[in-house]
């Protein structure tokens, strides 16, 4: 079966392709971590054709589509952002790197920003159009965790305004580069340690560099286990978070997009507070957004 | 003049040393980048004598009193923690590690820690016993800023309670390996964006994260100069610590001991919250400090 074309989430981290046959069925899909933070100028073609090259039919041009933050100044070429309230999809404004391999035909989505606060996204954008392709009258709050995690209010199938949390980055940075590193284990829960180390942010965000610093004391002083430190880390940037995020899920469905491991940790601290939480498949979501703007770019192979 | 004995401050940091006359006079001093975390096991007496040892007298042991992180698990040799509420100062638990040069005979002085909330100190303890040397009656609170700032509420010559911040380190990590280190200067300031981000952040403390990210996008949309995000960042953080730190300052007189430039950023701080502030200088404090430990430990110059 050939491929007709290839859909691209290239982030700052990772670099996934999804090889699609004419009826839509996946063919193949790579994945190397190989993010826009890891490739030079001048060599994202070759650091794509490296992963899909293979499954490319020598004889004619096939569509690539791709999301994410290889639109960024610091990626492959710069695509616009959308200002909000938009639609999530803008096919239209996409930009289209020049490329030596006359196999491939690119085009990098646009991301969307937001004025007041200010803020941006490239990559959920696409989600949230896959979402919304499967559920086009959802009116509520679609939350994707990841290094950045994105609140995002949902009605008339655009994005009404947004939010992002650092949460995600601030985790690694204190678990892997502070004194807190020495304490904190690589793996391991304990889901007690992290719903009371929520609640104690949730009632108290001010004490948070504070409670940061007892969970070294802690281990100093009483041996607390590193599992057990992991979980009260995460608890307490997660109840930063969840308190900052109050006006999205409070009144609103929340519906969480992402991978399994992260997913659960958000979705446990929204059952924490009683918020209304369903959850949908991070990938599908991307596959699904990537294929409507295949669709209406209207790219077709080149014979 | 020769040196009657030598008082060290050894931190995570740096190690510094003054030689003291018999009169009391500094004959020298000496800093290096040599703090507890870059001297390896075993390397301490070496690490010190090189720094120290053209000071000393060869037909005779001169004392040398060490405060700071010098005496932790990692540091030269374990020295032990008195529990709060107590006196800062306590000679007679101070250790004494083994050292094969002749010329010198070494005390690590104690720390002091707490039970609830967990917390530690090292060497701050000892800038605050040099406080009260001169003055004795203080009754309110010390804030002693730095990589993991203290606030500590003393009264009767002892140190009732505190708590450490972890802003410094957070504002660090942040500012020079997360995505705010492509936005954030070196150096800079711009008082009126700091002032803003600390309001901001003590009356929505939980967006904390979330602020962060705003200076990404901020800078990415608006361009938002790099000293301006420098201040920023640095408002939002302390915004946290002035906000979780209220109990401390809010009825009591704050005494701000440290370097002049973190002293300045605190006090201005606490200016904007219309907080009580003095200011006393970290280094005679820490002098006056390992000088009482000195003089109570009653070592002397052996002939």
């Known amino acids: 079966m050939s491929v007709e074309w290839v859909a691209v989430d290239w982030g700052t981290t990772n670099l996934r392709a999804w090889m699609i046959a004419a009826d839509g069925r ?26 899909i090259g293979d499954s490319l039919e020598s004889d004619r041009q096939t569509p690539v589509v791709i999301c994410g933050m290889a639109g960024a100044r610091q990626g492959w070429l710069e695509a616009p952002y959308v200002c909000a309230p938009c639609n999530p999809l803008h096919p239209g404004q996409a930009v289209q790197p020049e490329t030596r391999d006359p196999r491939i035909s690119v085009r990098i989505l646009t991301g969307v920003m937001q004025a007041r606060p200010s803020d941006v996204m490239r990559g959920e954008e696409t989600q949230i159009s896959g979402y ?3 559920h086009p009258d959802f009116d509520g709050v679609l939350c994707l965790p990841g290094t950045h995690s994105k609140w995002v209010r949902v009605s008339g199938g655009c994005i009404q305004s947004f939010r992002t949390f650092m949460t995600g980055e601030c985790f690694n940075l204190l678990a892997t580069n502070s ?31 504070a409670q940061l610093f007892s969970i070294r004391a802690s281990a100093l002083l ?33 519906v969480l997009i992402g991978h399994d491991k992260l997913v659960q940790v958000y979705r ?35 014979a």
């Open 26 to 51: 996946i063919i193949a899909r790579q994945t190397a971590a190989l993010g826009v933070s890891s490739v030079q100028k001048g060599q994202f073609e070759h650091t794509l054709l490296d992963l």
């Open 132 to 134: 919304l392709a499967t």
């Open 179 to 209: 004194v807190l590193s020495h304490v904190v284990a690589g793996e391991g829960w304990n889901a007690p340690s992290f719903i009371a180390a929520l609640k104690q942010t949730l009632s108290a965000p001010q004490h948070l560099t």
């Open 222 to 254: 009483e041996g607390l286990d590193r599992a057990q430190s992991r979980s009260e880390l995460s608890g307490i940037l997660m109840g930063l978070e969840i308190g900052g995020a109050r006006e999205f899920w409070e009144k609103s469905k929340t």
């Open 268 to 302: 446990s601290a929204l059952e924490a507070v009683s918020a209304n939480v369903e959850t949908a498949d991070g990938e599908i979501c991307t596959l699904d957004g990537l294929r409507r703007a295949y669709d209406s770019l209207k790219l077709c192979p080149v």
